[in-house]
């Protein structure tokens, strides 16, 4: 992408920010007074009132980063790959750490509870998409639990949602309200992928939290590595 312009919103409530010590022009600070766990569904009024004026809508948790330079060329080769507006490519979630046996980890592992995850909407399409790419297969599959706390919406994406009844509900059943803000709406009104466990840093962001690596599970320190759940709310 050349010559591209990026319009950042950091949406916040109440006085628990650090906004102002941000750089000048960096983004545009939208203040509300919104339930903090309630926080991401003021991001989904922004990119609704943001229509007609880009190409992609993007929604991030604060602690989510893009590493990949290719990042949004990839998105847009899947997009025409699949030739369906249906059909959203979630990255893969990882944390990284510089101690214990295992330094880099993929997080969004199956749910524990298949009631977690809701059925997804978009049933008449494959469950597995393959296609070559750069001398390789690269395949994508529709997973267990399509949560990386990010989206990345085309504009007749966010379009379609933003028409649906439920857009703006404010619902909490996907595990809880950050959850839900994040990935409820992708699974009531899309095909959801992500990359297939072989090929799985095609697309991927970096948790900035390191909890999974470093608090709430504990591995073995020799390969195959098991692990076991030290706490789930930490």
Not at 105 to 120: A, K, W
Not at 163 to 180: C, H, K, N, V
Not at 202 to 230: C, I, K, M, W
Request: one cysteine or more; a neutral charge.
């Amino acid at each position: 992408m050349t010559n591209a312009t990026i319009d950042i919103v950091l949406c916040t409530t109440g006085n628990n920010h650090l906004a102002d010590h941000l750089p000048a022009g960096l983004c545009r600070h939208h203040a509300t007074v919104a339930s903090p766990p309630l926080l991401g569904y003021e991001c989904h009024t922004i990119l609704r009132n943001g229509l007609g004026q880009y190409d992609w809508y993007v929604y991030l948790e604060d602690d989510i980063r893009i590493e990949d330079l290719f990042f949004f060329q990839k998105l847009m080769w899947f997009q025409e790959l699949v030739g369906d507006e249906r059909c959203v490519l979630q990255p893969n979630r990882f944390e990284v750490t510089d101690t214990g046996a295992v330094l880099r980890l993929y997080i969004d592992g199956h749910p524990f509870s298949r009631n977690l995850v809701p059925q997804q909407a978009v049933g008449d399409v494959p469950r597995r998409i393959e296609a070559p790419h750069l001398g390789r297969t690269i395949a994508f599959q529709q997973v267990p639990n399509p949560h990386s706390g990010c989206f990345f919406l085309t504009e007749a994406q966010m379009r379609r949602w933003a028409a649906a009844p439920d857009f703006l509900d404010r619902a909490t059943s996907y595990i809880g309200p950050l959850e839900s803000a994040a990935t409820l709406g992708l699974i009531r009104h899309f095909a959801v992928y992500k990359p297939a466990r072989e090929n799985a840093g095609f697309l991927e962001v970096r948790h900035g939290d390191h909890r999974y690596l470093q608090r709430r599970l504990a591995f073995s320190n020799t390969p195959p590595f098991h692990y076991s759940v030290v706490s789930s709310k930490s």
